[in-house]
């Protein structure tokens, strides 16, 4: 059953903009036209992507192992590339790094993310011992490059994220250059991959788990949460707003659009954004429903736990699941023990899921 968003006081920021509010970086929105979130669905959704970890952790059905035959068609494909492009991957296109075998694995892996479990695994490809870290890091653009088009992860417009422990950072800043133990959250755009160059020394363990699945437990739970769930909130840039921007933006962390329940996680940021002056507190009951989520993915058998090894690559959907890691801890003396993973933003405009203005927006990654 679907509902349609019930009006709200002036003292809530509103789950549906008015076209007078319509849009601009300076009141925090992105996108163009007025918010899409104006029906709430009050059922239970149902879809290959709705799982539990328990189902899935003896399975193994999420991991995909590569053969001699993907190997080959890599070192086939790692002939085409000059050498400069080794050193800069990101000058590399699809045509430039052809793979007439693996792209049907990749399009296999495209509709995993899409239309089965929302994530995959490859595991064991062979850095360091057939390909140099280099050679891997071409294989992985290019792989990203045939599933779709690679976005800005930050304002800095980094294409590839290094995801270490580069040590303290200011708070309100990203998480992920840190050994924190980040939360259950999405990432932006379509598709977020990891693939591991080295794990940690302890720890690091990644956690991927359904935004289905959690919904599912509100509709059933706490069913008065679900107008909160679809509200538009003011969300933080954590420091990387564009120039104009208030310093947060507004989405909603769920939003049933085109027949499809989407959700991106950010509920930190959420609170954070009550920094801004301008920025309505969170009443209490946004607060306690915020807290009763945070719960849910943490609850015995809700997500799924992997621990990514050197030649893992990950792929989860991000408006399918959330995920996470835990804290690790480095060997300071011993740099083959420091984790190391590099990271895409895979966006795939073309016939990817039906998106609301405001997930849509992050279609082209991070303004730069
Ligand atoms: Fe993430």
């Not at 189902?55 to 400069?84: C, N, Q, Y």
Request: hydrophobic share 35%.
């Amino acid at each position: 059953m679907i509902t349609a968003v019930p009006e709200r006081g002036p003292q809530h920021v509103p789950g549906r903009l008015l076209p007078s509010q319509a849009m601009s970086w300076r009141n925090g929105v992105r996108g163009e036209g007025a918010s899409s979130v104006a029906q709430i669905l009050t059922e239970p959704v149902s879809a290959q992507n709705v799982w539990t970890g328990d189902e899935l952790s003896g399975a193994g059905r999420w991991i995909i192992r590569f053969t001699e035959e993907d190997l080959a068609d890599f070192e086939r494909a790692l002939a085409h590339v000059p050498k400069e492009h080794v050193r800069d991957v990101t000058q590399i296109r699809a045509e430039d790094f052809p793979l007439p075998h693996f792209r049907e694995r990749i399009a296999d892996i495209v509709d995993r993310l899409e239309h089965g479990l929302g994530f995959v695994l490859l595991r064991g490809l062979p850095i360091y011992d057939r390909f140099s870290e280099d050679e891997a890091t071409v294989i992985y653009w290019g792989i990203g490059r045939h599933m779709g088009n690679l976005v800005p992860q930050n304002r800095k417009g980094d294409l590839i994220g290094h995801i270490r422990d580069l040590g303290r950072r200011g708070p309100y800043e990203r998480a992920y250059a840190t050994n924190e133990d980040l939360g259950f959250h999405t990432d932006s755009t379509d598709f977020v991959g990891l693939m591991c160059l080295r794990p940690a020394l302890h720890g690091g363990e990644s956690f991927v788990a359904s935004s289905g699945l959690l919904y599912n437990f509100v509709v059933r739970e706490h069913p008065e949460y679900l107008p909160i769930l679809s509200k538009n909130f003011p969300t933080d840039w954590r420091s990387e707003e564009p120039p104009g921007s208030p310093g947060w933006y507004l989405e909603p962390l769920y939003s049933y659009f085109g027949g499809a329940l989407s959700a991106t996680v950010r509920t930190g940021r959420a609170m954070s954004a009550m920094r801004f002056p301008d920025v309505p507190r969170l009443t209490a009951d946004e607060v306690s429903c915020f807290m009763y989520f945070e719960s849910l993915p943490k609850r015995p058998g809700v997500a799924l736990g992997m621990q990514l090894q050197t030649g893992d690559l990950q792929f989860v959907s991000n408006f399918v699941t959330v995920h996470t890691r835990t804290a690790f801890v480095d060997d300071a003396a011993d740099p083959a023990r420091q984790r190391h993973l590099l990271r895409l933003w895979i966006s795939r405009p073309e016939g990817g899921r039906p998106l609301c203005p405001e997930y849509a927006a992050w279609r082209s990654g991070y303004p730069t």
